[in-house]
């Protein structure tokens, strides 16, 4: 019995740990909202480059996301992209980071 009572709250512990790195759904539509109008007024509306370069997946393939991590959380100096440090959690520009790659869903 202890045993079964053990593995149950192991489980549940990597549950709760895997679900406390993605935001809240509400957070999520925040964050998209963001992307596609913050980030989009440089990067283009549909994310395919304007004054930035493309957001789309196949552009940000080639590039590690450590990369894509920095120039989020720092910006990149000389540039327009300005750093999101302030504005958004490690957690969250990862999350952002995952959805670039999969590609936005409409």
């Known amino acids: 019995m202890k045993i079964v009572i053990l593995i149950i709250f192991i489980l549940s512990t990597l549950q709760t740990n895997a679900c406390a790195d993605e935001p809240s759904s509400e ?5 998209l909202y ?9 990067h283009g509306m549909t994310l395919k480059g304007g004054l930035g370069p493309s957001l789309l997946p196949e552009d940000l393939a080639t590039k590690p ?3 894509l ?4 959380i ?3 100096a000389g540039t327009a992209m300005p750093p999101w440090r302030d504005f958004l959690t ?3 520009i990862n ?4 959805q670039l790659l ?5």
């Open 102 to 106: 999969e590609g936005i869903k409409e």
């Open 95 to 98: 999350w952002l980071l995952k």
């Open 69 to 72: 991590f920095t120039t989020i």
């Open 65 to 67: 996301k450590e990369l």
């Open 34 to 42: 963001l992307l596609k109008h913050d980030c989009g007024a440089c």
């Open 90 to 92: 490690p957690e969250e």
């Open 74 to 76: 720092d910006g990149r």
């Open 27 to 31: 957070r999520q539509a925040e964050l």
